[in-house]
């Protein structure tokens, strides 16, 4: 029986939004967390490292709910888009999204209190604006950490199994990702196809960690 790519193309895809979307809300979030005091603090950084600990069938659960159709986000999508949340690719994304969320923001928050702001606060003073002083202070100081958590939450959606299967089902070439479909096969006792899926994928893995681990031990310059 040939391999089917489409699951592994429909994880990678996943894996690629995900990504993109947890570092573009993460580092904000990250950055208050760091440096912004208050009673809402200690509940927000629990509720973001809560994934860490809660068993992802039941996260997948309470997700399913909210999404479903009798559910707020999904009575919302629906007016939106005429269309249901849960079972799809967009659900799919939301999930991951939550599920890696404290991979791209504890360790940020953690890179952002060892950053300081004396650097920021020196750049300002010779008339950065905020643009400039993110872009030639801030971002290279923290680029290790923020590849890192990059490539954290991107290895950390490839492997998702208990959350896609809850919110997105096992619907080939909309929901079926790779850790699905390895199940499948291992259900259906193909393990040859299995054995070449899971492959691809923990080379995939690898080759990312690599990656990361060799650009890690290039000197950081701040341009």
Same mark, same amino acid.
């Given at each position: 029986?040939p391999? =089917?790519?489409?699951? *592994?193309?429909?994880t990678?895809?996943?894996a ?9 809300l993460?580092?904000?979030?990250a ?5 912004? $005091?208050?009673?809402l ?7 973001v ?8 069938t039941?996260?997948?659960?309470y997700?399913l709910?909210?999404?479903g159709?009798?559910g ?8 939106l ?18 599920f890696?969320?404290p991979f ?5 928050q953690s890179a *952002? ?6 650097y ?11 643009? =400039?002083?993110?872009l030639?202070i801030?971002?290279p100081l923290i680029r ?6 990059a490539?954290?939450? *991107?290895?950390h959606t490839l492997g998702?199994f ?10 080939p070439?909309e ?5 699905i ?12 196809? $299995?054995?070449?899926l899971?492959?691809?994928? $923990?080379i995939?893995?690898f080759?990312?960690?690599l $990656?990361v681990n060799?650009? =890690?031990?290039?000197?950081i310059?701040?341009?």
């Amino acid at each position: 029986m040939p391999i =089917d790519p489409e699951p *592994f193309l429909l994880t990678l895809r996943l894996a690629v939004v995900t990504t993109l979307l947890l570092i573009l809300l993460g580092l904000p979030l990250a950055w208050w967390l760091a440096f912004r $005091a208050g009673p809402l603090k200690p509940f927000i950084k629990s509720l973001v490292a809560l994934p860490l600990v809660l068993p992802p069938t039941v996260l997948g659960f309470y997700l399913l709910l909210v999404m479903g159709a009798s559910g707020p986000l999904g009575q919302l999508w629906i007016r939106l888009t005429g269309g249901t949340l849960a079972f799809t690719f967009e659900a799919l994304v939301i999930g991951s999204f939550i599920f890696s969320l404290p991979f791209v923001v504890l360790p940020m928050q953690s890179a *952002f209190e060892s950053l300081g702001k004396s650097y920021m606060e020196m750049a300002a003073s010779l008339r950065a604006g905020p643009l =400039d002083r993110w872009l030639s202070i801030g971002l290279p100081l923290i680029r290790r950490s923020l590849m890192t958590s990059a490539t954290l939450a *991107f290895a950390h959606t490839l492997g998702e199994f208990g959350i896609v299967l809850m919110i997105g089902g096992n619907i080939p070439g909309e929901t079926e990702v790779a850790s699905i479909a390895i199940y499948n096969h291992v259900e259906a006792i193909e393990y040859t196809q $299995a054995h070449i899926l899971a492959g691809f994928m $923990a080379i995939a893995s690898f080759l990312l960690l690599l $990656a990361v681990n060799s650009l =890690d031990r290039r000197p950081i310059t701040i341009i």
